[in-house]
T-cell receptor, first 115, second 113 residues
Framework: DAKTTQPPSMDCAEGRAANLPCNHSTISGNEYVYWYRQIHSQGPQYIIHGLKNNETNEMASLIITEDRKSSTLILPHATLRDTAVYYCIVRVAYNSGGSNYKLTFGKGTLLTVNP | KAGVTQTPRYLIKTRGQQVTLSCSPISGHRSVSWYQQTPGQGLQFLFEYFSETQRNKGNFPGRFSGRQFSNSRSEMNVSTLELGDSALYLC????????????FGPGTRLTVT
């Protein structure tokens, strides 16, 4: 799986948009970008994933650059409960009979939402 | 729908002992993965089970093993515990093998003394 690079920490004001960047310059054509987050003392929580098109769900938006070498997770209106470590993960698509679909977590970005 | 449950939530063991951790996936989910989380190494993949078979394995010694039952519940076992096995052990379930979304349980905090 391709390696990802994320800033170790970021701050955001409550109510503002939080934009979390991720670099995955060695991503290959069949690899998806996933985002998970882990609030202190809890298990990781799936947020969103995408291949090459921008994606949006009730939690966040995922913007993937045209060359797919980087992406940005956007939390449109951050709240104090969004304070967590955010993980950007690149994972190969599942192939029937394949086995390379484990999630490999890096260090992530600690997002602190301030009141 | 109930989430992933893990038991016990906290455990203290002595070096050399063995331990068994349990995970009940979300109803209808057939795949269960296990992860170890430590401050130094972060989140590391242990193994995945689907249809009672281990489908994928991380880089952990043979002291770490697991199994899955016909109702998709899973257990992991660590034998001959070492101090370095102290960690948060997380279980994640997903609908099917290799699906994108994994749902994590709260974890079992294992302390080895």
């Amino acid at each position: 799986d391709a390696k990802t690079t994320q800033p170790p920490s970021m701050d955001c004001a409550e109510g503002r948009a939080a934009n979390l960047p991720c670099n995955h310059s060695t991503i290959s054509g069949n690899e998806y970008v996933y985002w998970y987050r882990q609030i202190h003392s809890q298990g990781p929580q799936y947020i969103i994933h995408g291949l090459k098109n921008n994606e949006t769900n009730e939690m966040a938006s995922l913007i993937i650059t045209e060359d797919r070498k980087s992406s940005t997770l956007i939390l449109p209106h951050a709240t104090l409960r969004d304070t967590a470590v955010y993980y950007c993960i690149v994972r190969v698509a599942y192939n029937s009979g394949g086995s390379n679909y484990k999630l490999t977590f890096g260090k992530g970005t600690l997002l602190t939402v301030n009141p | 729908k109930a989430g992933v449950t893990q038991t016990p939530r906290y455990l203290i063991k002595t070096r050399g002992q063995q331990v068994t951790l349990s995970c009940s996936p979300i109803s209808g989910h057939r795949s269960v993965s296990w992860y170890q989380q430590t401050p130094g190494q972060g989140l590391q993949f242990l193994f995945e089970y689907f249809s009672e078979t281990q489908r994928n394995k991380g880089n952990f010694p043979g002291r770490f093993s697991g199994r899955q039952f016909s109702n998709s519940r899973s257990e992991m076992n660590v034998s001959t515990l070492e101090l370095g096995d102290s960690a948060l052990y997380l279980c994640a379930s997903s609908l099917d093998q290799g699906t994108y979304e994994q749902y994590f349980g709260p974890g079992t905090r294992l302390t080895v003394t």
